[in-house]
């Protein structure tokens, strides 16, 4: 694929990762750069197309989204003590250096190392349409390749990309299989750059998926393609009691299905947080955040997203480890309503202000059990309304009983609600996976999963069971 290619990346499936019910496969290169090529063309028109229509705009919003962390770091840069090696100093990007070398890898092409695994899967869904009186089951193929590689320019400074590249046959709906490729979530290609007392990132993790059981608000959808690409860079500066980072991204959404054009959008987004070393184990510190959205089309609202909060992380136990935050969150919408595809306007809440909270806690029982818990309560863009309000709950437990052989058990509750919209809906959501995988030889590994999802709607006609079962081989070269 060329230099082209070292601009994603994505999930492997290396030796110890829980493995996935997802299929890889080879795929046509020529295609898949095309595919790529194309996107990215269409990355760079809108971010143009944006940049001349909210300069004004955003000039006079990002002053304020720096201002929080600068006018608290500064008493804490005076008061700094040497408490533990630098997070940003040469120190530390030896041993980031050191890590990289003990990944496995399976060709070394000069300084660069490459590992590379090929996933195949199949998988029956009852359901690929989320709908509730008429479901439609088929199976599915997912073919996969993941391609990892990292590469020392210098002794302080790395090149990592990781990317994944599928395909999806499904092998009675053939409407429904994928546009060109796809993408894996966590694909990136990310470049670390270590300064004195800064350790300043730059990434960007693009995304092309088509499965629509990842958004909650959809139903009676097959086909959710969408392309999202975040880039951006991120600085962190090491005071030792303190730590400072500050992010910027620009985030583009692509539909890659005309139904859901609508959705199409630029946002530029800001991150903060301060965090402070109160004692051996703990931290405290302040976050806050700022998003500017800008739809391509005017069926829902630009908006302006900001928070502010303060969290605390604590090591309670060699093998407790508990993250706690909370804070408020302001939504200011340009309108008070919003309009479908043939221009008729609804009522939307147009402002929001509202606390947002959340805590994980993770947990290591024995040498056999590991489970993480998650809570919290949100407000996030709605699909067809202008934001929906979430809570939610996620639990995950890891068994390793059996040598070579992992057990994991997931269960999630989200409840959602609507601002308005063409679909004011008030839903629950809540389900379940058995994940199995098992280590054959040193370079194949196999899985299976079963995977259950319900929603409960109070709109007629938007709810939905889904039972999803899969088993996958996967050969790590």
Request: hydrophobic content about 35%.
């Amino acid at each position: 694929m060329g230099d082209f290619a070292c601009f994603y990346e994505g999930n492997s499936c290396k030796k110890g990762r829980q493995p996935t019910i997802r299929i890889q496969a080879c795929c046509n290169h020529r295609g898949v750069v095309l595919q790529l090529l194309t996107l990215t063309s269409i990355d760079l028109s809108m971010s143009r197309l944006f940049i001349s229509h909210s300069r004004e705009r955003f000039a006079k919003c990002i002053a304020l989204s720096f201002l929080f962390p600068l006018l608290c770091i500064v008493s804490i840069a005076q008061a700094q003590d040497a408490i533990r090696p630098s997070l940003a100093g040469e120190s530390s990007s030896e041993a980031r250096r050191q890590d990289i070398e003990q990944i496995p890898y399976n060709l070394l092409v000069g300084p660069v190392r490459f590992r590379l695994s090929a996933t195949m899967g199949v998988e029956y869904n009852d359901n690929i349409n989320l709908s509730e009186t008429n479901e439609q089951s088929d199976v599915i193929l997912r073919p996969q390749m993941n391609f990892d590689a990292s590469w020392p320019l210098t002794q302080l400074n790395t090149l990592k990309m990781d990317i994944g590249l599928g395909y999806s046959f499904y092998l009675d709906h053939s409407s429904a299989n994928t546009n060109g490729v796809l993408i894996s979530p966590g694909s990136q290609l990310s470049f670390d750059i270590f300064i004195g007392d800064f350790r300043i990132n730059i990434h960007e993790r693009p995304s092309l998926q088509q499965d629509p059981i990842a958004e909650l608000q959809l139903s009676n959808v097959v086909d959710y393609g969408r392309f999202e690409n975040t880039a951006g860079v991120s600085v962190l500066w090491d005071l030792n009691k303190a730590l400072l980072t500050v992010g910027y991204d620009h985030y583009i959404y692509v539909s890659t299905v005309s139904d859901f054009d609508y959705l199409n959008r630029n946002a530029e987004e800001i991150s903060e947080s301060l965090s402070i070393a109160v004692a051996s184990n703990t931290s405290v510190g302040l976050e806050g955040s700022s998003v500017f959205t800008y739809y391509d089309q005017h069926l829902l609202n630009d908006s302006d997203t900001y928070s502010i909060g303060a969290f605390v992380e604590s090591q309670l136990t060699n093998y407790l480890k508990v993250r706690g935050a909370a804070g408020y969150q302001w939504i200011n919408s340009d309108r008070g309503f919003v309009v479908d595809a043939f221009g008729t306007p609804f009522a939307d809440k147009s402002d929001l202000s509202t606390y947002y909270a959340n805590i994980l806690i993770t947990h290591r029982i024995n040498a056999t059990l590991h489970q993480t818990l998650s809570a919290g309560h949100e407000s996030q863009l709605g699909v067809d309304s202008n934001f929906i309000m979430l809570n939610y709950i996620r639990h995950t437990l890891s068994w390793n009983l059996i040598r070579n052989t992992l057990l994991s058990t997931e269960f999630f509750y989200e409840d959602a609600n609507d601002s308005g919209g063409f679909i004011d809906e008030h839903l629950h959501r809540f389900g379940g996976a058995l994940t199995v995988g098992y280590q054959l030889t040193p370079h194949v590994t196999l899985g299976a999963r079963y995977q259950y999802t319900q929603k409960d709607s109070d709109v007629v006609l938007r709810s939905y069971d889904q039972n999803r079962v899969s088993i996958d081989g996967t050969y790590s070269f």
